[in-house]
């Protein structure tokens, strides 16, 4: 069941998802060679609670942590821990914040330092491909409009779309209806409706799009080894486009 949001409703994802993305400016300044995940994680935790919300993946469904931090090789869902941070990693960090009852949910992943031009190459798509999703997002189109944006656009690049994990509907819940595929077929799927929040989240893969779940029940690696990289936007759909949620600024004070 989807659940249609208010201009009202929206104006509060709003106000959680720019904390999500407040979080994640915070959390880009830690991001350095020698710090721990853990420590990235406690200092998350920290900012976010002294901003008046709660870190919406701690205690979900048993996962211990403020934020999902994955490096490398991890495409999603890497717990916070010992794991140092080096030169040349990419980090992804995601941050769900509940503000109000609200979630904000958004990704991005950071490049620490100097990185291979593969690796950079790799973030840049992901972005890429997060955007050229967004854009199909209105009133009246698929949302395998959206899935296939992505695709079109990262697999001539010679990199994958994982297909285990999607987007999904953003509010009073962390996950609704409906999933978002980040591959698919244009004109197919589900037609939008003004009024849908949900997330575009793709993780972009260098090799193959397998992947598997460590021992952990959560970390998800890629099979064979190569890096993944991804981002994240909670977005409104609106009568003749979309709305993103999770700027840390209003459009306004970027001068538009
Ligand atoms: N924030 C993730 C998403 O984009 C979900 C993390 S769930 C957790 O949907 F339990 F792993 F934190
Ligand atoms: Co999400
Ligand atoms: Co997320």
């Not at 721990?36 to 979900?60: E, K």
């Not at 140092?84 to 990693?89: H, I, K, Q, R, W």
């Not at 997060?130 to 690049?157: H, K, S, T, W």
């Amino acid at each position: 069941m989807i659940i249609l949001k208010s201009p009202e409703e929206i104006e509060k994802i709003r106000l959680s998802g720019r904390l999500a993305a407040r979080t994640l400016d915070f959390a880009a300044s830690l991001v350095q060679p020698g710090i721990s995940t853990g420590q990235i994680d406690r200092q998350i935790h920290d900012f976010i609670r002294d901003h008046g919300a709660v870190p919406a993946t701690l205690g979900y469904r048993g996962y211990p942590a403020s934020s999902c931090i994955s490096v490398n090789e991890v495409v999603v869902h890497g717990i916070p821990g010992p794991r140092l941070v080096e030169e040349g990693d990419l980090v992804k960090i995601d941050v769900t914040t509940i503000l109000n009852g609200y979630h904000g949910d958004t990704t991005r992943t950071f490049c620490v330092g100097r990185v291979s031009p593969k690796a950079r190459q790799l973030a840049e798509a992901a972005e890429k491909s997060m955007y050229l999703g967004i854009a199909q997002v209105r009133n009246g189109a698929r949302l395998g409009d959206i899935g296939a944006a992505i695709q079109e656009f990262a697999e001539p690049l010679g990199f994958s779309v994982v297909r285990d994990f999607v987007g999904h509907g953003v509010g009073r819940e962390f996950h609704e209806d409906p999933s978002v595929a980040h591959f698919g077929q244009r004109g197919r799927g589900l037609r939008m409706k003004t009024g849908m929040v949900f997330t575009v989240e793709p993780m972009i893969n260098e090799g193959g799009w397998m992947v598997r779940t460590l021992s952990d029940q959560w970390t998800s690696v890629t099979t064979d080894g190569r890096l993944s990289a991804q981002f994240e936007h909670t977005v409104a759909v609106t009568r003749d486009g979309y709305d993103i949620l999770t700027l840390s600024e209003p459009p306004s004070a970027l001068g538009e």
